[in-house]
């Protein structure tokens, strides 16, 4: 059975910040890039990350917005392809560990409840991905648009009442677009649209959202745990 919430287990959390190394980026940079070497995981300690894939043309899609106590780079634990099939970028200002996947790798060997632990909490993070993929698919762009505005608010929502959500990151709508997958112009219609009906509100790039019921009926949400409706 899934948790409420379920979040990256402490051992593991407390090994990287242990054995890890501590870095600070500035809003921008890139931690890695698809393509490059991977040889490190890392976990987020404060700060907005960006994980993406860009086309050969050019087109980006945005596949997670992760904060603090996120893993990045996760999926290749034990994975024999050298190379980061995505690309992860500073939203903010951030500070994270790195640790080589050698040292997280023996360290699971040798402790199989830690590694018990880490691919049970892989196997929510995968299900999250599975559940994302379902609405983009089923749902068209105003689901994509609906479900990902649900995620935003579980992940980084403040919630005054439970029909309502303080998304409490702030997002272009080009952004929201990669999240969606489709273009700025039809995001900009479908929020307009939003707005003219009183579902949300929007100043300065952070969205609320008035009417969450409105939204979940629109996507006939299946009201998953809050360990899968997530963005991060």
Not at 32 to 57: A, M, P, T, W, Y
Not at 121 to 145: C, F, I, P, S, Y
Not at 202 to 231: V, W
Request: with cysteine.
């Amino acid at each position: 059975m899934i948790h409420l919430l379920q979040t990256i287990p402490e051992q593991i959390m407390s090994l990287i910040q242990t054995e890890g190394t501590a870095l600070k980026l500035e809003k921008g940079m890139h931690i890695f890039q698809e393509g490059g070497r991977s040889d490190h995981l890392f976990l987020i300690k404060s700060g907005n990350v960006q994980i993406s894939k860009e086309s050969e043309s050019g087109k980006e899609l945005t596949l997670r917005i992760c904060g603090a106590n996120s893993l990045i780079g996760e999926n290749l634990i034990f994975c024999s392809c050298p190379f980061h099939t995505t690309t992860a970028k500073s939203l903010t200002n951030t500070e994270l560990f790195s640790i080589h996947h050698d040292i997280l790798e023996k360290f699971f060997i040798a402790e199989p409840t830690m590694m018990s632990a880490y691919l049970t909490w892989l196997q929510t993070e995968n299900m999250k991905n599975q559940t994302r993929l379902r609405d983009l698919v089923l749902h068209g762009k105003k689901g994509a648009l609906y479900s990902t505005l649900i995620r935003l608010a579980n992940t980084f929502g403040e919630f005054p009442s439970p029909n309502e959500a303080n998304i409490k990151i702030a997002l272009t709508n080009t952004e929201l677009a990669n999240l969606c997958a489709t273009s700025r112009e039809m995001i900009n219609r479908m929020l307009g649209d939003l707005r003219k009906d009183k579902v949300i509100a929007i100043e300065k790039s952070y969205i609320t959202i008035l009417d969450l019921n409105y939204l979940k009926r629109e996507i006939e949400c299946e009201n998953c745990p809050l360990a899968i409706c997530r963005i991060d």
